[in-house]
């Protein structure tokens, strides 16, 4: 059983956690990796990836950034970055391995499965603009 006390406290929690670290993740893209923006871009274009894909993961990037934290459509916000996440994964599967001391996909596994649990929770505590329910699970 959930403890709807304690529940949308833990939501929050979740939510600003994901916010932050998509924070941390795109000041790291920009502004410490080696070659900057401008690498990252390109290393996607050169291992085969459409301009599309790399404007889809930045826009799910910032907006996990924006609206996570004040809790505006966060569910939607976590739905969209899913997929994201999932191609990080298989992205790095085949380069790095599994394990997340060789820069494996083991955080974005992590992170998928943040956003779904997100996702399928619903806004938490203190969200500025609730997301509409999902028709899927019951759509309360």
């Known amino acids: 059983m959930m403890d709807q006390r304690t529940a949308p406290y833990a939501i929050l929690l979740l939510r600003l956690t994901l916010g932050i670290l998509a924070i941390a ?34 826009s799910g990037e910032f907006l996990a950034a924006v609206c996570l934290i004040p809790g505006i459509y966060a569910r939607w916000v976590a739905l969209y970055s899913v997929p994201l ?18 820069a494996g996909a083991e955080m974005p596994i992590v992170w998928t499965i943040a956003l779904i649990v997100l996702a399928g929770l619903g806004d938490g505590a203190y969200a500025l603009k609730r997301s509409p329910p999902l028709p899927v699970f019951g759509g309360k």
């Open 25 to 58: 993740h795109i000041y790291w893209k920009f502004y410490i990796l080696d070659g900057g923006f401008d690498a990252w871009w390109n290393n996607l274009i050169n291992n085969g990836y459409p301009a599309w894909v790399v404007v889809y993961v930045l």
């Open 85 to 102: 996440m999932i191609g990080a994964a298989l992205y790095w599967i085949p380069r790095t391995g599994f394990f997340f001391a060789s």
